[in-house]
């Protein structure tokens, strides 16, 4: 049974939390300057991804299944007077690649995922079969408003981040395992990132024909 070792883990679930309170309490975490322009869930993605000090060595997986959602609607109730500032942060890159951007560091892979129920399973199996250096498998949304009554935006702000490995080490902090087998419904994104919130067990289908388990020492 393929497996990965959890050897560190950031979460952030602030709920339903405002972009401008997001800001207030994480701006500390980044240069100021680039904090004004970053969005809700670059904030919050990069304020779980950066102690991790991802680095030229690492594949990073990145999974949103919505991505910057909240931004697309501030712009867009912006009309009739468009605003090029809401239109610029409209079209940002992405919430990990915000954090890169920010620390001029290159990556060894970068493997930017999106989808529904079958979110979580991509990006694990995209993590296991990683080769040599470390995995940092990150990820999160930001809610969003009216969007989310056309099933397009995210109910919760989120984010996670964490460090794997093939091999457990004296520090690991726990296990996934993934087999082939189950149903296709799978684990949201919102329930993933409970799962390492919690620190609670899990065993089930994660959706795309693969069944996980999930311990924690």
């Known amino acids: ?3 990965l070792y959890i050897q560190n883990l950031n979460t952030e679930m602030p709920g339903l939390e405002e972009p401008a309170a997001t800001r207030e309490r994480l701006r500390a975490c980044f ?3 680039a904090a004004r322009r970053m969005t809700q869930l670059g904030m919050l993605v990069g304020s779980v991804l950066g102690p991790l000090n ?4 690492d594949v990073l997986v990145y999974a949103s299944g919505f991505g910057e959602s909240r931004s697309l609607e501030a712009y867009l109730d912006s009309f009739p007077t468009a605003s090029p500032t809401l239109f610029q942060t409209s079209i940002h890159p992405s919430g990990a690649q915000q954090l ?3 620390r001029q560091t290159p990556l060894r892979r970068f493997f930017p995922l999106s989808g529904g129920r079958q979110l979580v399973a991509q990006a694990l199996v ?5 080769e040599g250096g470390r995995v940092l498998l990150c990820g999160g949304e930001e809610r969003g408003t009216w969007l989310r009554e056309c099933g397009v935006a995210s109910e919760h702000s989120l984010a996670f981040a964490l460090e794997l490995a093939h091999v457990r080490s004296e520090g690991s902090l726990g296990r996934i395992s993934l087999e082939r087998g189950g149903g296709d419904e799978g684990l949201s994104l919102h329930d993933w990132c409970g799962l390492l919130a919690r620190r609670q067990p899990f065993s089930g289908d994660a959706g795309a024909g693969w069944s996980l388990a999930l311990e924690w020492f």
């Open 1 to 3: 049974m393929p497996e």
């Open 126 to 130: 995209t993590a296991l079969v990683q």
């Open 54 to 57: 991802p680095g030229p060595e």
């Open 100 to 102: 890169m951007i920010g």
């Open 31 to 33: 240069p100021a300057g």
